[in-house]
């Protein structure tokens, strides 16, 4: 299976489950992607991010790979496959490739600063892996440190007819979104998915902008579905509630640094993980922090039952 450019809807950012002494818990990875495939997401990504994909050995990842496509069945299954130098990028790469996986995520490394540094690495990248491989752009300026305008993401996508969609999570990321489809508009960049990220934190307003979908993480991925329907058909009110409602824990769980222990936390109080172990180095949630989220989901509970964990 390979993406289009009209892909849409909900492709949850997937954590790896970890056992408290570092190894993979696959009981709780079969669990996982069994969870998102019954919630209806459309998609999913693994080795992500936040998917603590550089702790993982090479057969780890392809056998993490294998376990979500076996649960998403006939549903698109993106890879990250950011690395370091070209030759680990095209392995993973190609593999995942013929394991069936959908599209490769590669995000920039930091040591670029120009437009022409970052397209030439796009170029040199398709050139890795193939240009009969469709990628998709991972635009996250808060962590690559490496900022893309609205006018070379135009470039790099005219460059590499293979990229099929832009993961969008510049932070502020609004005006690019327009931007970008202004120039589709007018006929001056060809189809192109973009899916927004940033953990969600700007998912009502994005939607109104223009956004396909939600490509990020969130430790109830089904608000991020009832959210983006609800958008699509025009209840833009509904809504807004639903994600009022729960900002609150979204915005805890956004915090730098700690953000992946409060989502594992979460999904290990909503029995979806055995435990929230993250694979050294890695940080842990104190018991004020537990605490705060435990408080956080009971008053989430009030106008959202799934939160009664």
Known sequence: MTLIDKMTGVYPIAPTPFLPDGSIDWASAERLFAFYREIGSDGLTVLGMMGEAPKLEPRESLDLLKCALRHMGDKPVIVGVSAPGFAAMRSLAR???????????????????????????????????????????????????????????????????????????????????????????????????????????????????????????????????????????????????????????????QQPGVGLAVRKYVMMKRGILASDAQRKPGSVLGAIARGEVDYLLERLAKTDPRAKV
């Not at 969008?168 to 202004?182: C, N, V, Y």
């Open 95 to 253: 593999e995942a490739i013929e394991q069936g996986a959908a599209a490769v995520m590669i995000a920039p490394p930091n040591t670029l600063r120009t437009d022409d540094q970052i397209a030439t690495y796009y170029a040199q990248s398709v050139e890795a892996i193939g240009a009969d491989v469709p990628f998709v752009i991972q635009d996250y300026p808060l962590v690559t440190n490496v900022q893309m305008t609205a006018g070379v993401i135009r470039r790099i996508v005219t460059e590499n007819p293979s990229c099929v969609m832009l993961k969008a999570e510049d932070w502020p990321g609004l005006e690019k979104i327009t931007t970008l489809r202004k120039w589709q508009a007018e006929g001056s960049l060809r189809a192109l998915s973009i899916m927004v990220a940033n953990g969600g934190l700007f998912l009502d307003f994005e939607m109104a902008r223009g956004a396909d979908g939600s490509n990020t993480g969130y430790a109830f991925p089904e608000m991020l579905i009832d959210v983006v329907r609800l958008s699509k058909v025009g209840q833009r009110d509904k809504a807004h509630d639903l994600f009022d409602a729960h900002l609150p824990l979204l915005r805890y769980e």
